[in-house]
């Protein structure tokens, strides 16, 4: 199965929340050791513990300026696609 590189998540997305695809993520062995960045608006430090609590690999605020935000998007992205080494299989 193909697995993406990288996974990208917000503390508040519908349905289910980004803590919640975080746990199903770490609990399903095939993904346990995805890369994942929680990447939100929130300053609640007990998100910011909870997420790491739970094996986020990052925790990121994202700006709320466009320009600001796509520059720290493609600062994830060169920095988790190319430089992070996954860990095997």
């Known amino acids: 199965m193909d697995l993406p590189a990288v996974v990208?998540?917000?503390?508040?997305?519908?349905?289910?929340?980004?803590?919640?695809?975080?746990?199903?993520?770490?609990?399903?062995?095939l993904t346990r050791r995805l890369p994942v960045v929680m990447l939100t608006t929130s300053k609640d430090e007990q998100d910011?513990?909870?997420?790491?609590?739970?094996?986020?690999?990052?925790?990121?605020?994202?700006?709320v300026d466009f320009d600001q935000?796509?520059?720290?998007?493609?600062?994830?992205g060169m920095y988790w696609l190319l430089l992070n080494e996954r860990a095997p299989d």
């Open 69 to 76: 935000f796509t520059e720290a998007v493609r600062g994830l």
């Open 8 to 29: 990208l998540l917000d503390l508040n997305m519908p349905r289910l929340n980004g803590l919640d695809v975080l746990r199903e993520i770490r609990a399903d062995p």
């Open 48 to 63: 910011m513990l909870t997420s790491y609590d739970l094996g986020v690999n990052s925790y990121v605020r994202k700006p």
